[in-house]
């Protein structure tokens, strides 16, 4: 029996799609046979991306340099690219910390690239999608919004109200041929999981130099692959999960139950 995604010739448009969780997705949804639009505010590191995605698979890859934590630059980017398939929400980088150690200007500009952005990007390419009746808009969003932790209070936050605004959208999304639809992926093996674990080990131990420690006892003894949210990304915003809708979906090898 084959296994066809039908993804096939459609157009994902990946935010934060330079590195990381947002590279992989790009590598994911090419071998899928779909044309990509890779975002990020670093146009260098687009542009290594693209070709690396080029060298392994053969589609379309454009890419477009902007801070989506400003809202004309979203808006701009959704008038140069409004011929979209799917959306994936990934652009975000929420510092670790307690309430007492973020500025609320430091607060407010995390929140202008994850939560206000991800908002934004869907009005603005939910109604494109509603008009033509199909379309497919993913959140990236992650699992502190389930089990939020003091010391990671403004992700945790974010988290949890993009976890909110997904499941009501997309529990009505439907009625227009659209699925909005969120995953919520534990540690991973990127970057961005170093520095905050790092943020979290000078808090604990008074040394950031112990961010491996802060790891310890993760499920299966490591963490996630940004390859396997990748494939689970795909899966997701692909037909075979075309009942999918309203929800977002915990990558976390059981570790919210862990206790």
């Not at 409004?82 to 150690?101: E, F, M, Y």
């Not at 809708?245 to 570790?255: A, P, R």
Request: charged share 20%; net charge neutral.
């Amino acid at each position: 029996m084959s296994f066809d995604l039908g993804l096939a010739g459609q157009t994902v448009l990946i935010t934060g799609g330079s590195k990381g969780i947002g590279l992989a997705c790009a590598h994911g949804f090419a071998a899928a046979g779909c044309n990509l639009v890779l975002v990020s505010r670093d146009a260098t590191a687009l542009a290594a991306a693209a070709d690396a995605v080029r060298g392994t698979a053969q589609v379309a890859v454009a890419t477009h340099a902007a801070d989506l934590g400003d809202a004309g630059a979203r808006e701009k980017l959704a008038a140069a690219h409004p011929g979209i398939d799917i959306l994936v929400n990934n652009a975000g980088a929420i510092p670790g910390g307690r309430v007492q150690d973020l500025s609320f200007e430091r607060w407010s500009e995390a929140w202008a690239l994850k939560v206000m952005g991800y908002i934004h990007l869907t009005m603005l390419y939910l109604p494109k999608m509603e008009a033509r009746r199909a379309g497919v808009i993913l959140n990236i969003i992650g699992m502190a919004g389930r089990s939020p932790r003091a010391d990671y209070i403004c992700g945790a936050t974010g988290n949890a109200s993009l976890i909110a605004f997904t499941e009501a959208v997309g529990g009505r999304s439907v009625d227009s041929g659209v699925r909005v639809l969120g995953l919520n992926p534990a540690a991973t093996k990127t970057d961005r999981i170093q520095r905050l674990a790092r943020t979290k080990a000078a808090a604990k131990f008074g040394d950031e130099n112990r961010w491996e420690d802060t790891l310890a006892d993760l499920p299966l003894g490591r963490a996630i692959d940004p390859s396997e949210v990748s494939d689970l990304a795909v899966f997701l915003t692909s037909q075979r999960a075309g009942y999918i809708s309203g929800t977002v979906v915990d990558l976390d090898g059981g570790g919210r139950n862990r206790g």
